[in-house]
């Protein structure tokens, strides 16, 4: 079954060549392409796609906005954000409002292809250098979660391992435990972060310790 691709880019040629790509391809199907957040929010809810790859820098409403603002209307859409910026305020604004992967719009076209379907399946695609970047912010002493949310060392591991893109089946793998047992922990981190995703809750944890995550 082809996954359902949506755009969201304001310039023109990248939109064209990001949707000549998807056309090529047997694995997935175009459902839409919008030059701006506002022409796009309303079809987005309309049309459902698995995957929307999102340009920030959008002309009026950002591109970061547009997923704050999609995301509880289309709770099992994967947002990928598509764009120039490296630092780690973007990064972990895009998590934070419920992205799921972050490019760069270099990304060759086979792998980000690969990276759409990843997402689908559950992954955190990102380029090499930007999840460095999330991985930085782990590996600063650790910063101070507020009263009531302490996570456990075995909490934080699984949300690092999280943050690298492992998927729970490999989590589970790694750590010499059943995937329920990963499920179990990974509940208990959202619980105690008081998020609803894995991209919130690492962008959530990075932004308590800012400078180990640039």
Known sequence: MRLAVAIVEDDAQTRQILAGWIGESSSFQLVGQWGDAEGAIEALAQHRPDVVMMDINLPGLSGVEAVKRLKPLLPATQFVMLTVYEDADHIFDALAAGATG?????????????????????????NSRIARKVVQSFQQPSPSLPPGCDLSPREREVLELLARGYLYKEIADRLGVTTPTINTYVSRVYEKLHVRSRAQAVAKLARLNPKGAG
């Open 102 to 126: 972050y490019l760069l719009k270099h990304t060759p076209r086979e792998k980000l292809l690969h990276a759409l379907q990843d997402a689908h399946r559950g992954g955190s695609p990102m």
